[in-house]
């Protein structure tokens, strides 16, 4: 690969463009709101005190739950929550790791809360124990977000109730079809932030990545319908997409992740990808 390989998710998981103001809720700041929404929101005042400073949930703590599917059922029928999931998340206060809230998935990128996300890079070794070959999704052309992208091995959202290795084996089924002891030899590595805006609202999210060795004989066979297609690519081939523009950001900076603790590229070029890649990491 040459020091010219774009990595663009590098520069795509921070950018953001549209106005937005702080979510608040306890007197903790847990997400941001556009702030072409806020009209729409002052009709559940006082519930929701709207301001050109911040957007408040003044409601007790066992009201919140309920206040929030109501308004996000009536936000998703005016058509500004998308992809709608039936999926519980949580909502957390991301300083204090506090959860304030349960909210629906899709009502995350709305309100612009943290999030989690589980994604594994599988990878073939050659006879030293390096990477050779990297598994790579290509995702269901049916999928709500990014159809037909490139993608992890596994990846997917963490739900209430669950960790990231938890989501990671119960994805590594669902997904790939791989067993839950084939899923322990998964390792983690970095957390990876993304924030960003996206067609759904605000990605603000923190992806746990994990390794996933797996023999030759091992191959992934989908089980739920999200994946088209699974492909395993030389290690340059593999490298290549995930630099380039058809990979998820997501998948691209998990994979990026790998390649930079592997040190899998020559030094100019890990050194360059390093620097620009450092404030992406939760922790350094």
Do not use: C
Request: charged share 20%; glycine share 8%.
């Amino acid at each position: 690969m040459s020091t010219s390989a774009p990595w663009s998710a590098i520069d795509i998981a921070t950018r953001r463009q549209r106005p937005r103001v702080p979510f608040v809720i306890d007197g903790a700041v847990v997400g941001s709101v556009a702030a072409e929404h806020l009209p729409v929101l002052r009709r559940w005042a006082p519930r929701l005190q709207v301001e050109a400073a911040a957007v408040t949930l003044q409601v007790p703590a066992d009201a919140r739950d309920d206040t929030l599917a109501e308004v996000n059922a009536a936000l998703r029928a005016q058509g500004l929550i998308r992809a709608w999931r039936d999926e519980t998340y949580p909502l957390p206060d991301p300083g204090s790791g506090r959860v304030l809230a349960r909210l629906e998935r899709a009502a995350s990128r709305f309100w612009g809360t943290l999030t989690f996300g589980a994604h594994a890079t599988g990878w073939v070794a050659v006879a030293d124990g390096r990477p050779q070959a990297l598994w790579i999704a290509q995702r269901s052309f049916q999928k709500a977000t990014d159809p037909g992208a490139h993608d992890n091995l596994v990846g997917g959202g963490v739900p209430l109730g669950q960790t990231p290795h938890e989501t990671l084996v119960r994805e590594g089924w669902e997904e790939a079809g791989l067993s839950p002891s084939v899923m322990q030899r998964a390792t983690p590595g970095r957390v990876i932030r993304l924030w960003r805006d996206i067609p759904e609202g605000l990605q603000f999210e923190w992806i746990h990545a994990f390794d996933l060795p797996l023999q030759p004989d091992e191959v992934p066979v989908n089980q739920d319908g999200e994946v088209h297609a699974f492909t395993l690519h030389p290690l340059p081939e593999a490298l290549a997409i995930a630099a380039g523009t058809t990979m998820t950001a997501d998948a691209a900076l998990v994979t990026l992740d790998f390649v930079l603790r592997h040190r899998l590229l020559p030094a100019d070029v890990h050194d360059d990808l390093a620097a620009r890649a450092v404030g992406l990491w939760v922790v350094p």
